[in-house]
């Protein structure tokens, strides 16, 4: 691979801003200055940017605990994004593998891997997502079985997929649901008089959040967690 492009693929540089760095002599390749953009990177070779070594690697598969007041949308807006957590190079090539509000907390999966998302967001993969929901008014049992039938939500002609409810106190559920229309939580208890005043995803799939993992924090997942989804 060509340097100025090995460059591009291991930082956060741009390839013009790779042949910046390499006329200013900032890379070293097996421990010489090598300033031609063009020079061939072979296997094994040690490339360095300003004594830091570059290394290529496969796709990314990130778990963070979002907060609230972070949007999950890829660029910064009027909040900032989630992504602005993670200190890494190459930020631009990450996608959110299903997007939470800007006041929910919990799990969210972060990749570079197109297809792995795609696996976790298309409907027909029919991914279960669970969420801790805390409620304004105290819930029926009968809830269970309405949710296990599915419920009609406003401006929408089907009604949703069977959820599972389960009931831990009369104002707090777990709520397992297998698609992700917007805003699908609060509008399902919207549609049954309710209000949901607190919202976090525990798990997406097999993949539970990790408990060590602090608002804000995040890790690469394990084999096992990638090949789960
Ligand atoms: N459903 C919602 O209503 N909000 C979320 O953030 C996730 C699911």
Known sequence: MRLD???SETTSLTRSLAKKALHRGEICCDGEVVKNSA???KV???VTLNGELLELRGPRYIMLH???GYICSTIDEEHPSVLSLLKLNNRD?????GRLDLDTTGLVLITDDGQWSHRITSPKKECGKRYRVQLADPVEASLTEQFAKGVELRGEREL???AKLEIHSPTEVLLTIHEGKYHQVKRMFAAVGNKVIGLHRESVGEIELDPALEPGQWRYLSENEIKSV
Not at 93 to 97: F, H, Q
């Open 66 to 68: 979002k907060p609230i």
């Open 5 to 7: 492009k090995f460059i």
């Open 93 to 97: 090539r990450l996608c959110i593998a």
């Open 160 to 162: 949703t997929r069977p």
């Open 39 to 41: 020079f061939k990177v």
């Open 44 to 46: 094994g070779c040690k």
